[in-house]
């Protein structure tokens, strides 16, 4: 077996006591990065410069990758890059297995609509032979394992703390966690998300792309795909970016809660928003240059009740992934909102849904699918010769490098097909 003598300890350790280190918050720390031994430095390793600004020390040839994230790098970069194949376990409670396959289901006056076949991108790009990953390395109350991870022998774990799997509430414990994971003499590469920094960016995403590509001797590769995703983003900035404050649209980024229940979220109101300061908030203002029509600066979310929601009134409303997936039929036709029908969006067919993601606590590679549907749902006119429909495979095949057979399963997946529809 390939694990070494600080892991093969641990192992024994954790045999006489349970060891448990909760994740959040991000760090700004100057935690030092696995150094290999001096007589080996430089043969057979690559050094890569984390998101910390950590010199970290990892092989030249990595088989085994463990990933602590909710799907930028397993779900999107790993694959994108053509090694979603060295994966041997995630840490993310948001992406079981790694493949998912959900469902809503909602009711009407004529009865009950359902919808299957939900699944995360790498639930379509991931080979059959990773359908059956081990136990993730983090249980649901957010400790690590160690035990498995060394069992697993990973090469190399890669971590993004600022998603919502190590959410951005505690420094200390980051701190702690990333201490006990180099104490292994297992390489550790930290990434840091947009949501670890004071102000919304979403090219920071490129900066974790970059850094991945080079963890994977794939720099020219990770290059092509943060371009694609950075040229999305200039083109519709650029369609939006002249639009008078008072002709700007107000959109409400909005995520429903009918199933709140199930998770012990509260239930006392018909959703979620999103105030200003939020990467949802930035997104409409600073990108698609919107107007957010929940204009708090409370917290980064809040349940509103169906009188705020009517008072807000906005002109669009953008369904996100709220404990659920949410297509805009069910604020159009489901009894559980029926008061909010008088909602002028409503009334005139300006509600639109985001893809499907796993946990929607920060972007991933899919974000500029996201900028346009808020885009095309606040300025129709503005893209009027763009096929949404169309733009979703040829964005698929641009960053994943698939067909068209596989592109439109992955609009299918995200349950998009509702703009080929259109």
């Known amino acids: 077996m390939r694990v070494n003598g600080n892991c093969k300890w641990l192992v024994i350790v954790l045999l006489l006591a349970v060891v448990s280190v909760f994740f959040a918050g991000c760090t700004a720390g100057d935690a030092s990065g696995v150094t290999p031994d001096p007589k080996t430095a430089g043969t057979g390793f690559r050094t890569v410069t ?23 790098i397993e779900g999107g970069t790993m694959f994108a890059l053509g090694v979603g194949d060295k994966i041997v376990a995630h840490g993310s409670s948001c992406i079981p297995g790694g493949k998912g396959n959900w469902t809503y289901s909602y009711s009407t006056t004529d009865g009950i609509v359902n919808g299957t076949g939900g699944k995360h991108v790498e639930g379509v790009l991931m080979p059959p032979h990773l359908n059956d990953l081990p136990p993730q390395v983090m249980n649901h109350n957010m400790a690590m394992n160690y035990e498995t991870l060394c069992s697993l022998e990973p ?3 890669i971590m993004r703390p600022g998603c919502c799997t190590v959410p951005t509430t505690d420094s200390d414990k980051i701190e702690k966690t990333i201490r006990t994971l180099e104490s292994l003499g297992i390489p550790l590469v930290v990434l840091h998300s947009p949501n670890c920094y004071d102000r919304p960016n979403l090219k920071i995403i490129s900066d974790e792309i970059n850094i991945i590509g080079e963890v994977f001797g794939k720099e020219e590769e990770a290059e092509r795909i943060a371009g694609c995703l950075e040229s999305r983003l200039e ?8 639009i008078p404050e008072e002709e700007k649209s107000k959109v409400l980024m909005f995520g429903l809660s009918s199933y709140n229940a199930q998770y012990g979220y509260p239930t006392n109101g ?24 929940y204009r708090s600066d409370i917290g980064s979310y809040q349940m509103l009740s169906t009188e705020q929601v009517l008072a807000l ?45 796993p946990c929607n606590c920060v972007r991933r590679l899919e974000y500029p699918i996201e900028l346009m549907v808020i885009a095309n749902a606040a300025y129709p006119e503005r893209f009027s010769d763009i096929d949404q429909g169309e733009w979703l495979l040829s964005f698929y095949m641009d960053v994943y490098g698939v067909d068209e057979v596989t592109a439109k399963a992955l609009r299918s997946a995200q349950w998009m097909d509702w703009c080929a529809d259109e």
Request: with cysteine.
């Open 50 to 72: 984390d998101s910390r600004g950590v010199e970290v020390q990892v092989p030249e040839n990595i088989e085994r990758v463990v990933s602590v994230s909710d799907g930028l």
């Open 155 to 157: 090469d190399v774990v």
């Open 235 to 242: 083109m519709i900035k650029e369609r939006t970016g002249n």
């Open 270 to 293: 018909p959703g979620v928003s999103y105030g200003l300061g939020t990467t949802e908030s930035y997104m409409v203002e600073g990108i698609v240059n919107a107007k957010n029509a």
């Open 313 to 357: 009134d906005p002109d669009v409303v953008v369904l996100s992934t709220w404990c659920g997936h949410h297509p805009a039929d069910e604020l159009y036709h489901s009894t559980n909102y029926q008061n909010l029908h008088l909602l002028s969006a409503v009334e005139n067919n300006r509600v639109a849904s985001l893809p499907f993601m």
